[in-house]
């Protein structure tokens, strides 16, 4: 259920706050007694750095869809910022921004061991990074989580 009113979200608030020149890199929801929690977490479009302005312009496009669909029941705390220096590398057009930086690459598949290596590239939801000894070639969808090396 918490999965599918994540995607319900993300697909109501991905084009209103794209009009608003904001990218939704990732969402986190809780619930906490009767109420819940909503961490939006933007990038503007044209990489320029997010400022407190634009958090409150995003928080305020967002509330208004919030509202009018009447995701929660109850109340709910909406809280926007960035997703920060070390972001999780979640859309190609994250990686893209990260090619010829060095990343980790956790797999959803626990059994798979963490890839660190310099980020070749990527196309058509796949992944090109050169480890030590050789390239590996990883799917978006077996990825865990990514982020930059530092």
């Known amino acids: 259920m918490a999965e599918e009113l994540k995607q319900a979200i993300v697909g109501a608030l991905t084009p209103a706050l794209g009009k608003a020149g904001f990218e939704l890199v990732d969402i986190k929801l809780a619930r906490y007694g009767k109420s819940s929690r909503l961490q939006l977490f933007i990038d503007t479009q044209t990489d320029a750095g997010v400022t407190i302005d634009d958090c409150a312009q995003a928080s305020r496009v967002a509330d208004e869809i919030l509202e009018a669909e009447q995701f929660f029941e109850g109340r ?30 956790d797999f959803i598949d ?15 939801g ?4 050169a480890g030590k000894k050789q390239s590996h070639i990883v799917s978006l969808s077996e990825i865990k989580e990514a982020r930059e090396f530092f």
Request: charged content about 35%.
């Open 76 to 105: 709910y705390n909406l809280e926007v910022s960035s997703p920060g220096i070390d972001r999780p590398l979640v859309t190609e057009r994250d990686f893209r921004r990260r090619i010829g930086r060095t990343i980790s690459i």
């Open 110 to 124: 626990s059994a798979r061991s963490r890839l660190h290596g310099e980020l070749e590239g990527i196309e058509n």
């Open 126 to 129: 796949r992944v090109t990074l």
